[in-house]
């Protein structure tokens, strides 16, 4: 039985959101792409490169957990539409990831960045960052619970969602909730979705192609 609804996690479930997040994109198309090797070599980049918008960006990223018997098992980063960008990481965590994903990683990683920031909305949006699950958690409803109680929230702070997805499975997830495909990127030969929801017009491309 699930202890809790969707809550701010606390420091200690903010550490234990970060291992969830580690593992639960540890196989994602983009993520194999760029480390390739074993998945505990992912895994330890996962951690390098989550570790600033998890750990450090408590007071400029909207974050919700949900816990099972006392354990984080899913968790999500939303940025607020006052926040159009995530913070950049601090010269510590850089050199973290310089140390765990190598000059190579982080340099193709900043590409996945800059391409994707071409497909960012003009107006004000919330920004869906994150949104994972424990892998041996899943089919359990959880990630659809904690979409259900963000959706919620933004009833009250109206704005539209935007997201990026490169997994197919991801991509079924939010079409079946709203969601719509605004426009894709080919990067490192991984194929990227862009997905909105509320916004004005969707069937028109709202986004900036050569920013």
Known sequence: MIEDAPHRPDPTERRQLLDVLARAFLDNPMN????GGTQRRRLAANRAGLRAVVLDCQDRLDSRVITHNGRVVCGLLVAPPTTPHLPSPSLWR?????????????????WVSHQLAGHRPLEPHWYLAVLGVDPEQQGRG??????????GRVERAPAPIHLECDREESVRFYLSRGFRVRSEAVVHGVRCRCLGFGFADETANLCDPVR
């Open 142 to 151: 959880l990630g659809a619970r904690l979409l259900a109680d963000f959706l």
């Open 94 to 110: 850089q050199i973290g990831c310089l140390y765990h994903q190598g000059a190579r990683a982080m340099d193709r990683w900043g």
């Open 32 to 35: 194999v792409e760029i480390h």
